[in-house]
């Protein structure tokens, strides 16, 4: 089915804006302004995780290092998130969750679990299954969309001149 941009910005904003109601407005503040993408994306490896360090943050939001260690410093003076010394080794520092980023999470943990719940309770076992191959198409198409927008880039190889 082939369908114009009218139609799909038809469709699109029809279902948001049937969406955007079933979301507490505490929710959403939580979710959406007192945190930017990336800080959500951390608070979300934290809570898997427990501990990481920089690094894994870095690679896990695509962003530098330095970007990295920003945007955690700033969700350390929302009181988010902790830094603290790793246990075994010193000289490694570890983030975690702070009280306030486990409570922030938490709710809206519990608001999207109380959806779901809502959601699976009325769709059978055979719906679930077909729902969940749909989205795993979409996924694939849009990965793959994603990785031939990627032109390949060679990597830099940077001379150093030894005298």
């Known amino acids: 089915m082939k369908l114009d941009q009218n139609k799909l910005e038809e469709i699109f904003f029809e279902y948001f804006d049937r969406i955007k109601t079933l979301i507490s407005s505490e929710t959403w503040e939580n979710a ?14 934290l809570y898997r995780r427990q501990e990481v360090n920089m690094t894994q943050i870095a690679e896990y939001i695509h962003v530098p290092l330095n970007t990295a ?3 955690v410093d ?3 003076k929302k009181k988010l998130a902790v830094r603290q010394r790793s246990r075994e ?8 969750l702070a009280e ?3 409570e922030q999470l938490g709710s809206i943990i519990r608001e999207f679990v109380r959806l779901g719940e ?15 191959r749909i989205l795993d198409k979409v ?10 927008d990627k032109p390949a880039v060679p990597k830099k190889v940077r001379k150093i001149v030894i005298e």
């Open 139 to 148: 996924l694939l198409v849009l990965t793959e969309e994603q990785a031939e």
């Open 69 to 71: 260690t920003g945007i």
């Open 74 to 76: 700033r969700m350390e």
């Open 89 to 96: 080794d010193k000289r490694v520092v570890t983030i975690s």
């Open 118 to 132: 809502k959601v699976t309770g009325v769709l059978t076992a055979e719906e679930l299954e077909t729902a969940g």
């Open 32 to 45: 959406l302004l007192n945190s930017s993408k990336n800080e959500l994306l951390i608070l979300l490896l």
């Open 100 to 102: 306030a980023g486990k």
